[in-house]
């Protein structure tokens, strides 16, 4: 199983994919039902622990482990718990 950090790897570096498709959400306390989304567009840069967002007013830092699901072009290609829908696998 990819863990999301790789498979964000995967579609940042990929040139068979465009990262300003990819949406990913992650639980964000506080937020309306203690989740929000970005898209990839947003995303500064993808470090070993967390992925940096632009926020609009700052640079927020995300802990992969917050990461519940990413979409790539509205399909989820991978998702917390589940072991299928890997993008890039087989």
């Known amino acids: 199983m990819r863990t999301s950090h790789r498979l964000l790897l995967r579609l940042y570096h990929d040139p068979g994919y465009d990262f300003s498709r990819v949406e990913i959400d992650y639980v964000d306390r506080g937020a309306p039902g203690d989740r929000s989304t970005v898209r990839g567009g947003r995303v500064v ?5 967390y992925m940096e967002v632009d926020a609009g007013t700052h640079v927020a830092c995300i802990p992969y482990h917050r990461i519940r699901r990413i979409l790539y072009d509205g399909e989820v290609v991978w998702e917390h718990g589940h072991r299928q829908g890997d993008a890039g696998d087989g």
Request: proline share 20%.
């Open 45 to 49: 840069s993808l470090e070993p622990q």
